[in-house]
């Protein structure tokens, strides 16, 4: 058997072997078997370290999830006292376990009264096609079996599946055989990009009575639900105007359709808001979660039901045909259960609200708010996004946008900080205990970034 203790490995010995068995996510794997990718290979608090010993301050909370940061011994803790309790167990053949009982309990007691059960679930991906699966079933029960669409946005993502896929509006996802039938799509809320001449709340407004319209088209009695992110991820980081939310929760109400925020990246504290809808001030009939849940340490995720779908198909929907050998965790469940815990009483949501977060949104306005490059901040709590505009006034967007923001992405890397491109938007959400000084050196080194390009593309 090979030995594969990393002081005994070349950073090329191990993206060889990388290169030999690994398929990775959204990259042209010839290209980076070629380059060779970043060997990570250790992580304390908000730094991770790669197998040369170059240190980076993760500005992107791993993939958006490790909110407490690396090595917290609580979390770590937890898992090993489960471990030697119950090591496993699953929810079938009638049985639960502690451990998936008392994080239900305290999942609950962070949300209001109208939601009152959750479906367990590995990851948002599965969270999201469970999603399907309910919302088409809770229809069943209540006697509107025709109710089967489901509408998403475009550019809105959802995750891999087949079916959060098809959900989720990215099109070069679809074209790889993400599409199923009886999904449908509107129009992002990207006033930046899509606004024209109208002002944000007129933009908001539009986009939002899209939904009316789509309704109306398919006819709202076989529309299941409508799903989006409070603020769109993956996307772009697009924050909504003000006017979006309500009138879209206005719409849902008015014809009878599900409202589903996918919470996997707002969830658990990101806005300063425990979810981000209550940031934006709508009331979801469903909440999909992960990520944050455990803050990354172990893999869970979740489908949050409002009451009325929850006694509908407890009352009378009989056997509900789900189950997933690995939902409700008992070790997942115990991270989940330390990360709540420390969220709550450390009182490192309020933080992020009344402090930290303020604090972000306010230096990258300072810093970068006349800066040529750069044509709107987007954000609240810890997560923000600078939109790359080759003309200010006008919002003209560079033509080359993605390649502009994966060279600063690129310059990142070498200043010693990850942050992510995505479209002309350099997104970034540290862990939720970020300090001041931690957040400084974020927007510092975000700043050097940015001049770097700005240099090699002659931007002034």
Partial sequence: MKNYDTKQHSTQDWQGMDAAHNIHAFVDQKKLNAAGPRVMNRAKGLYVWDND??????GMSGLWCTALGYGRHDLIDAATRQMEQLSYYNMFFHTTHPSVIELSELLFSLLPDRYSHVIYTNSGSESNEVLIRTARRYWQVVGKPQKRVMIGRWNGYHGSTLASTAMGGMKFMHEMGGMLPDIAHIDEPYWFAHGGNLTPEEFGLKCARQLEEKIL??????????????FQGAGGMIFPPESYWPEIQRICRQYDVLLCAD???????????????????????????????????????GLILSRRMAEALVEHGGVFAHGLTYAGHPVAAAVAIANIKALRDEKIVERVKNDTGPYLQRKLREVFGEHPMIGEIQGAGLVAALQFTADKATRKRFANEDEISWRCRSYGFEEGVIIRSTLGR???????????????????KTRRAVERTAQEYKIR
């Fill in 53 to 58: 010993d170059r240190q980076y301050l993760d």
């Fill in 263 to 301: 919470e996997v990246i707002g969830g658990f504290g990101r806005t300063g808001e425990w979810f981000a809808h209550q940031h934006f001030g709508f009331e979801p009939d469903t909440i999909t979660i992960a990520k944050g849940l455990t803050s990354g340490y172990i893999p869970m995720g």
């Fill in 426 to 444: 350099m997104i970034m959400a540290p862990a939720l205990v970020a300090t001041h000084a931690e957040l400084d050196e974020l927007v510092e």
């Fill in 217 to 230: 088209e398919l006819g709202s009695e076989n529309v299941a639900g409508f799903i989006a992110e409070p």
